[in-house]
């Protein structure tokens, strides 16, 4: 039974996208890759992660400094960002029927909790960093070997295919949720197997699956 669950920080908790916008185009022009166009937004959100970097121009040898380069920008500017809306409330609610809440994210850990403290926030159990961009399968291995449980007592919750494609390696239970960067339509095609368009479905999925005798009485009143 799923009583641990582990959220992803940038477009699943945080609404991260402006920030992330001006960080890539600021830095991109320090390294003269291409400059990225707002309307050009929408467009890139449809591709693979590959072919973003394509896009952009960006070698993927490149991505692991550049990535460095951009949580120190980000640590001076955290203060500009806001949970999305009914994230705070979601979250409480699933405090409340016993779950234990975490975060995993390349983010530091000191970043993630000024943000969770600004916003009255600080309902997580762990929050944990794992710097590894293209493996972020190995870090959620290791929180749930660290923390001595099964992948059946764990729901991974993000916004993005590369998520979905790190849990499906270590056979990690995904809910998909689809207010973050991915649209929902790739995430779906990307089969993650459960999908959410708001943070009260998410409460909605999540207590079906703990708690799969009880009606969603609790959660609607």
């Known amino acids: 039974m799923a009583r641990h669950i582990i959220f992803d920080f940038d477009g699943t908790l945080a609404d991260s996208e402006e920030l992330c916008f001006e960080l890539l185009n600021e830095i991109g022009g320090r390294h003269r890759y291409r400059q990225l166009e707002r309307g050009e937004l929408s467009a890139l ?4 992660y590959p072919e973003r970097l394509r896009h952009l121009g960006v070698p993927l040898a490149h991505v692991p400094f550049l990535a460095m380069e951009a949580r120190r920008q980000y640590r ?3 203060h500009t960002l ?3 809306e009914g994230v705070r409330d979601a979250l409480m609610r699933l405090r409340e029927m016993g779950f234990q809440l975490h975060v995993l994210s390349s983010n530091a850990v000191t970043t993630i909790r000024q943000f969770l403290s600004a916003h009255d926030m600080d309902l ?3 929050v944990t960093c794992e710097k590894n961009f293209f493996g972020k399968h190995i870090g959620l291995r290791r929180f749930v070997r660290s923390n001595k449980l099964e992948l059946s007592d764990v729901v991974y919750l993000a916004d993005e295919v590369r998520d979905v494609d790190a849990c499906r390696k270590i056979d990690l239970p995904i809910i998909s949720v689809g207010w973050g960067f991915d649209p929902t339509a790739i995430l779906r095609k ?3 197997g459960l999908t959410v368009d708001t943070p009260f479905e998410a ?3 999540l207590e079906a699956l703990a ?6 009485s609790s959660v609607l009143n």
């Open 45 to 48: 959100k449809m591709m693979s």
């Open 76 to 78: 001076m500017r955290v």
């Open 82 to 84: 806001r949970p999305f």
């Open 124 to 126: 997580f159990q762990s």
């Open 190 to 192: 990307a089969n993650p």
């Open 203 to 205: 409460v909605q999925m």
């Open 211 to 216: 708690f799969p005798d009880r009606t969603y």
